[in-house]
Nanobody
């Protein structure tokens, strides 16, 4: 069974920074790509950042230049760092992986609230 657990969410002041972590555990799968999505109240889930199949990074226009996705393949960890956050970054942030078996797995999400 595959399990993804996000951490690092919480209350962040406008202009501040956040760092989210996602730990992947389980067996019987090989990770192909990893990424982060988010879902704000009343909105659809959207991509924030992810690794492409060839290992490059892809960012949503709304976070480009202030967001960095990174990973530790050996420890099955993926991180998301974002600076200069605004209230528009308030959302539940989800980690996901795409495995070589063709399946996509999701974490349960971590709430990020940007407010003064």
């Amino acid at each position: 069974q595959v399990q993804l657990v996000e951490s690092g969410g919480g209350l962040v002041q406008p202009g501040g920074s956040l760092r989210l972590s996602c730990a992947v555990s389980g067996s019987g799968f090989r990770i192909n790509t990893m990424g982060w999505h988010r879902q704000a109240p009343g909105k659809q889930r959207e991509l924030v950042a992810r690794f492409t199949i060839n290992g490059n990074t892809l960012y949503a226009d709304s976070v480009k230049g202030r967001c960095t996705i990174s990973r530790d393949n050996g420890k099955k960890l993926v991180y998301l760092e974002m600076n200069n956050v605004t209230p528009e970054d308030t959302a539940v942030y989800y980690c996901n992986i795409m495995a070589y078996n063709g399946r996509t797995y999701w974490g349960q999400g971590t709430q990020v609230t940007v407010s003064s």
